[in-house]
């Protein structure tokens, strides 16, 4: 092929169908049959990116290899790393690593738009959502196909149809697949078929009306993708297929599943590789090919664990697990690689706070415990006494970002009895700041796209538990980060029993520490979840779980341990 195809993919009744999954599933379709692939996910919020965002109102921020260096216009440039959580999902399902260019958002188009006219690049121009923004819209997608030259370029867009914030995407889109032609294009829609379980029937209506305002757009939907609890029985699908204007083949169940990269092969097995390949005038020159039969392979190890353990995750942003869907899926990964599947147990760390007592009960009953990333100062304390029951109960522990710095104050205060430790983002009047802003952001007064962000280089020190896990003195992974641990408070710890594991090429930024006395406790400054692939599971959480496997069957009642 020497011409991308674009295949738009679109979402109606309700946010939160798993457009994402949907997305990257149907890359995955592309990719058994050896096409290349490539996704942008469309965000209508008008946030520059989502790094400002709340996870618990937006769900986990995505932070790429590489960071951009966005100029909407010239002189103005912003830097970006920090994209939205879909981009996850595509790296996962097409093990590739996506660009920051990639995500647009509304913020981002208006904001190249805005700066352009006060430059004077429209001069004469009376600026419209038509035909300027839309326009912008449809460079950036070009841009992508132009950089990365893929057989088949994705578009998701975020929200519902019928948001008014994601009219001029829709627009844009209208325009894109009038000028491109046919056979160039494809849109699918992800809709919400309800199970309304009073009677226990499965309901088209919802699906019926997005597709109307969809048509009502200039927009005819190719393949309706229904998302239910179950698989879509004949009848609806019919019904589907009648009252909307598609194709009976083109109606495409999208169940509940257990494991959800099996939801490829459960498309495959419905046809609609076959269909958007006939659809997109890719004729039948390229069959199923080996990479169908990994992942068919790979199921296999995933629905068939040996065992099961417990890993409790406390945090402040527990309300919504798609705040940690990166962090949920890597120990899905490594507990699939070492036979086991992993159980999330969510615990909020401001019940801690409240309850002593409970927090020892739950954390007793866990097999090992992660200490997540978060900001602020909310929920703190109950995550730095989680970590002070880890050190004392020598229970496995990992801590990612903030984890592992509050892991490190907590280390201070049990062992090393500097009872007042904190770190300044929390308490900036503390006589002890054992963690603090990195001299390089005591600077910056922006906070978007400013932190410590993408992949660096960490060098490991041989002979620790990270470099076990790694096998590799030098080793590349993602950062998004203010603070980090004081290296002259770190250098106290060691003669306590701590361990600077990994630092940066200059020694100076502290990325991972240890306890030498402990079975297994480590906290990492970076975020190896963001690299995990369930073909290839991040080095760190695989080692993690195979510590908690091998402590839950060999040491948990070994006193020494």
């Not at 058994?32 to 692939?37: A, I, K, N, W």
């Not at 199921?299 to 798609?322: A, C, E, F, S, W």
């Not at 900036?428 to 001299?439: K, M, S």
Request: charged letters at 25%; hydrophobic letters at 40%.
């Amino acid at each position: 092929m020497t011409e991308t195809r674009y295949v738009f993919i679109t979402g109606g009744v309700v946010s939160g169908l798993g457009k994402g999954v949907v997305t990257a599933s149907i890359g995955k379709l592309f990719q058994f049959r050896g096409y290349s692939v490539d996704a942008i996910k469309i965000d209508p919020y008008l946030n520059v990116d989502p790094g400002t965002l709340n996870p618990i109102e937006h769900g986990e921020v995505f932070v790429c290899e590489k960071v951009w260096d966005f100029e909407p216009a010239p002189g103005y440039i912003f830097h970006i790393a920090e994209i939205d959580q879909d981009f996850g999902t595509y790296e996962r399902f097409l093990d590739k690593e996506m660009h920051p260019s990639n995500n647009i958002t509304s913020g981002q188009i208006y904001l190249s738009v805005i700066l352009r006219e006060r430059i004077g690049r429209y001069l004469g121009k009376t600026i419209q959502v038509i035909p300027h923004i839309t326009d912008e819209i449809k460079r950036r997608i070009r841009g992508v196909a132009e950089r990365n030259k893929p057989d088949i370029l994705l578009v998701e867009v975020g929200g519902t149809v019928g948001d008014i914030e994601a009219m001029p995407f829709l627009e844009a889109i209208r325009q894109f697949r009038l000028e491109e032609g046919i056979r160039r294009t494809a849109l699918v829609h992800v809709t919400l078929v309800p199970l309304l379980e009073t009677i226990g029937q499965l309901k088209t209506k919802p699906t019926q009306h997005s597709v109307k305002t969809l048509q009502s757009l200039g927009l005819q939907p190719d393949v309706i993708v229904g998302r239910a609890v179950s698989e879509l029985p004949e009848d609806i699908k019919r019904k589907i297929s009648l009252f909307c204007s598609v194709p009976l083949e083109a109606v495409v169940s999208d169940p509940d599943v257990e494991v959800v990269y099996e939801l490829p092969l459960i498309f495959e097995k419905q046809g609609l590789g076959e269909y958007l390949c006939k659809l997109l005038d890719l004729g039948r020159e390229r069959t199923l090919g080996e990479s169908y039969d990994k992942w068919r392979r790979l199921m296999d190890l995933y629905r068939n664990p040996r065992g099961r353990i417990v890993v409790g995750m406390p945090g402040k942003y527990v309300m919504i697990t798609d705040s940690y869907i990166s962090i949920n899926e890597a120990l899905r990964h490594a507990g699939a690689f070492n036979g086991v599947k992993v159980e999330i147990k969510y615990l909020d760390t401001e019940r801690f706070e409240k309850d002593p007592s409970y927090m020892e009960e739950v954390l007793e009953s866990v097999d090992g415990i992660l200490l997540t990333p978060g900001f602020g100062s909310r929920g703190v304390e109950g995550m730095i006494m989680t970590a002070e029951y880890a050190i004392k109960k020598n229970k496995p522990f990992l801590g990612i970002c903030f984890g592992a710095q509050l892991l490190f104050v907590a280390f201070s205060r049990v062992v090393m009895g500097l009872k007042k430790a904190n770190t300044t983002e929390v308490d900036p009047n503390t006589p002890h700041p054992v963690v603090d802003l990195l001299p390089e952001q005591k600077v910056v007064k922006l906070k978007g796209g400013t932190m410590r962000l993408g992949a660096h280089p960490i060098y490991i020190r041989k002979g620790t538990r990270l470099y076990e896990a790694y096998n590799k003195p030098i080793i590349y992974e993602r950062f998004r980060h203010r603070y980090h641990i004081m290296p002259e408070y770190a250098l106290k710890a060691g003669k306590h029993g701590l361990t600077i594991s990994a630092t940066d090429k200059s020694g100076r930024i502290i990325n991972a520490i240890e306890i030498e006395n402990k079975y297994w406790i480590v906290g990492v400054q970076f975020h190896p979840e963001f690299k995990s692939r369930p073909n290839r599971p991040s080095p760190i959480y695989k080692m993690f779980i195979q510590k908690i496997i091998n402590f839950k069957t060999r040491f948990k009642n070994d006193p020494k341990c």
